[in-house]
Nanobody, 121 residues
């Protein structure tokens, strides 16, 4: 199984992007998911997270601008980013706990390959 993050791109300050995180093949479930980012010269940081039950958590810089949500039917988790700022420029990664085959499968943690978000005028 590979975790695929997509939706990055170049956007002007104040613009919006929606990132997606999905498995590369059919799986039983995606449980807890976190979106992380790593800006130039910075350490990777957690931006937003969501549990299997839909409980969300955000870093202070993301509160009020970013929304993490999930579509369990599609086993996809999204990060809606509004009012983007130049300091949001980073490679964004998703990290997820996955059960591959059934509810009895072990939970395995995966990282996606990253998608680049550039906020610039």
């Amino acid at each position: 199984v590979q975790l695929q993050a997509s939706g990055g791109g170049l956007v002007q300050p104040g613009g919006s992007l929606r990132l997606s995180c999905a498995a590369s093949e059919s799986i039983f479930s995606i449980n807890a998911v976190g979106w992380y980012r790593q800006g130039p010269g910075k350490q990777r940081e957690l931006v937003a997270a969501i549990t299997s039950g839909g409980i969300t958590n955000y870093t202070d810089s993301a509160k009020g601008r970013f929304t993490i949500f999930r579509d369990n039917g599609k086993n996809t988790v999204y990060l809606q980013m509004n009012n983007l700022k130049p300091e949001d420029t980073a490679v964004y990664y998703c990290n997820a706990d996955i059960k591959r085959l059934s509810r009895y499968s072990p939970v395995v943690n995966y990282w996606g390959q990253g998608t680049l978000v550039t906020v610039s005028s």
